[in-house]
């Protein structure tokens, strides 16, 4: 079975702070993961994935498979940061078949 | 590109009734996925459909189905309606075979008392 574990439900910090979101997997295929974020009165979007290797809105993630984590990381938060921010995992393979597992979600809050 | 949509937006039911969902892909995508989003369990994946078939199923109860037409649009149908089918219901249309990158709708809000 595959589950993502998204620990911390609230992450508040400051402005030019830096932030992480942590996300850990169990999967004992071979994993793609995403991040999507919904900012406030819109949609799901997709925000990055891993194997794109970018850096969108300077939020980078790097897959760790020893330690099974996805974390969400910039090193200087901007207040239109503030959302919800989803990970999610399919299979790599493209035999999911549409099925994405989400984790639970972290609320973002970015204080001015 | 035009995005996602979802009809209706916002639905009241009552227990016992059945529900029609409709989602339109962008087009030009041919699988639509749909999940069920709840205050308590997340975002949980129904099921997903490609080229009118349902190639992939969650673990929700038969009284959940689906069907895709062939221009890609897709409806889900929800029937005898119990309380906790309270919801956002998101549709998301992806362009390839595989999951990869999914586009979702705004989602329709049901509500069932």
């Known amino acids: 079975a595959q589950r993502v574990t998204q620990p911390e439900k609230l992450l508040s910090v400051f402005k030019g702070a830096p932030v992480e979101l942590k996300c850990n997997y169990s999967?004992?295929?071979?994993?793609?993961l995403f991040w999507y974020v919904q900012y406030s009165r819109q949609r799901l979007q997709l925000l990055l994935r891993?194997?794109s290797r970018e850096s969108i809105k300077g939020f980078t993630a790097d897959l760790n498979k020893g330690e099974t984590s996805f974390h969400l990381k910039k090193p200087f938060a901007q207040e239109e940061d503030s959302a919800m921010y989803y990970c999610a995992l399919t299979n790599a393979g493209g035999t999911s078949y549409g099925k994405l597992t989400f984790g639970q979600g972290t609320i973002l809050t970015v204080h001015p | 590109k035009a995005g996602v949509t979802q009809t209706p937006r916002y639905l009241i039911k009552t227990r016992g009734q059945q529900v029609t969902l409709s989602c339109s892909p962008i087009?030009?995508?041919?699988?639509v996925s749909w999940y069920q989003q709840t205050p308590g369990q997340g975002l949980q994946f129904l099921f997903e459909y490609f080229s009118e078939t349902q190639r992939n199923k969650g673990n929700f109860p038969g009284r959940f189905s689906g069907r895709q037409f062939s221009n890609s649009r897709s409806e889900m149908n929800v029937s005898t309606l119990e309380l906790g089918d309270s919801a956002l219901y998101l549709c998301?249309?992806?362009?390839?075979?595989?999951?990869?990158?999914?586009?979702f709708g705004p989602g329709t809000r049901l509500t069932v008392t």
């Open positions: 999967y004992s295929g071979s994993p793609e």
């Open positions: 891993h194997i």
């Open positions: 998301a249309s992806s362009g390839l075979s595989g999951t990869y990158e999914q586009y």
């Open positions: 087009s030009g995508h041919r699988s």
